[in-house]
């Protein structure tokens, strides 16, 4: 069993950074594939970034490109993201989630989730 445990969300105004820390604990944290997303009121959740094991392949959905870099320490057992030039759009509560093998999570596919932070971005 593994658990995930987000830190790092708050309010902030359009053009700031935060950075957003996932700690895991209870599992081989190496053999695990992990992922942001992120969930609007009344939206879906979708994915943010997604990266591989060994960090060699990431993914960013389109609108955030350029301004997230989604990075992880085997080391320390921690997934981060830094998200910069954040806009209003970026609100909502980001959550992280870990696929075991070399498949990254998707919403659906994911085998842990944290309980999530949450992000604000004032225009």
């Known amino acids: 069993q593994v658990q995930l445990v987000e830190s790092g969300g708050g309010l902030v105004q359009a053009g700031d950074s935060l950075r957003l820390s996932c700690a895991a604990s209870?599992?081989?944290?190496?053999?695990?594939?992990m992922g942001w997303f992120r969930q609007a009121p009344g939206k879906e959740r979708e994915s943010v970034a997604t990266?591989?094991?060994?960090?060699?392949?990431?993914y960013y959905r389109d609108s955030v490109k350029g301004r997230f870099t989604i990075s992880r320490d085997n080391a320390r057992n921690t997934v981060y993201l830094q998200m910069n030039s954040l806009i209003p759009e970026d609100t909502a509560i980001y959550y992280c989630?870990?696929?075991?093998?070399?498949?990254?999570?998707?919403?659906?596919?994911?085998?842990?989730w944290g309980r999530g932070t949450q992000v604000t971005v004032s225009s």
């Open positions: 989630a870990a696929r075991w093998g070399a498949v990254v999570p998707t919403a659906v596919t994911a085998d842990y």
């Open positions: 209870g599992g081989s944290f190496w053999l695990y594939s």
């Open positions: 990266i591989s094991r060994s960090s060699d392949t990431t």
